[in-house]
């Protein structure tokens, strides 16, 4: 029997995230078990007037492109997908893997190697988004190995998944709505403020935000939602951050995780688990050491650390801070074939001063109910 909640999902997909309308050039990335929600949104993608095309992958083979592929082929972008980014209207990426860890073991070199020659069209695709020529969403679907990651079964975490996206609820749109009026409140505070300075456990970062404008994140480009973000001034980021939980990138995982930063830049960078791997993505381009995105995680209905960056970085009380590539709409003018999202926990004893006002403890705005 098929699930409502699925339904629902895709309407929030297709009507509030991506606005879907008559004659958009419109593509489906999902996975093999990601079908089930696939159908669904191509079919209102269908009953909107859009020209939906789906693109299914297998984790297989990019396994096998990492183990067999050539210097020549892992630095090769095809004309297509050139093609393909400056054309369409809307992208959908539905997070749908059946092993996570499936490059575990790939050459960490390998990887920075494709993702850098890949900079020019995300660059592309980020400068599109910005100008608001291109919509794009991610959201996840439920399956074994993302419960797993999560220490769920597979319907405790597909009741985790909809009821982050508040699908359960009679009218989700009218919910991301209302989120989108609260987290102005955060915008209209933090656009006034010039420097920022995080202090928690081995943690205390200063970083520049002057000049730069904030995104309120409320259910368009990410799905679930719930962040408010900038792209810091790229050379102001001084001391250092620990953050908080294990972080993915590529399929491969690294474990405390703790950077220290020099007039902007990365100067040290340590992991108990995956250090190479860290080492390997800093250092494929000049801009994958510096940040590009700090952000205010604000969706308090997602309290629990499963593995997936998705959910993660939108735990109400935490900020994530990415390196690599930020988003032009900010201002940021960091580019790079990287964006890496990691999370600081400051639920407690975490603080953010502005300006040397402290304006947040242990997870919330003081000023902001």
Known sequence: MKDKRLEKLAEVLVKYSLEIKKGDLFIIN?????????????????AAGAHPYVRLADEDF?????????????????????????????????????????????????QAVTSAAYQELHQIFLDRAAKGEL???????????????ANMSL?????????????DKRDPIGYWMEMKKKQDKIVKLLSKKKVLRVVAKDTDLTLSVEGRKWI?????????????????????????????????????????????????????????????????????DRGASRIGEFAFGTNYGIKKYTKNTLFDEKIGGTIHIAVGSGYPETGSKNRSGLHWDMVCDLRKDGEVYADGELIYKNGRFLSIP
Not at 36 to 42: A, N
Not at 155 to 167: C, I, R
């Open 155 to 167: 319907q405790e975490y597909e009741d985790f998944v909809f009821k982050a996206s508040h699908v």
């Open 216 to 284: 309120n994140s409320h259910g368009k480009e990410n799905f679930p939602d719930g962040e408010v973000f900038t792209g810091p001034v790229e050379n102001s980021a001084n001391g250092y951050i620990t953050y908080s939980f294990p972080i993915s990138h590529g399929g491969r995982e690294v474990e405390d995780v703790r950077l220290e930063f020099k007039k902007g830049k990365v100067v040290k960078a340590t992991a108990s688990k995956g250090e190479k791997f860290l080492h390997s993505m800093l250092t494929m």
């Open 62 to 110: 990019t396994e096998m492109f990492y183990k067999h592929a050539s210097d020549q082929q892992l630095r090769y972008v095809s004309p297509l997908a050139k093609f393909e980014v400056k054309t369409i209207d809307a992208r959908l990426s539905i997070l749908g893997p059946r092993n996570t860890k499936n490059l575990t073991n790939t050459d960490p070199k390998k």
């Open 30 to 46: 999902g996975t093999v078990l990601t079908i089930p929600l696939v159908r669904e949104v191509y079919r209102k993608a269908l």
């Open 135 to 149: 919509r794009w969403c991610l959201t996840q679907y439920p399956t074994d190995a993302a419960a797993q990651d």
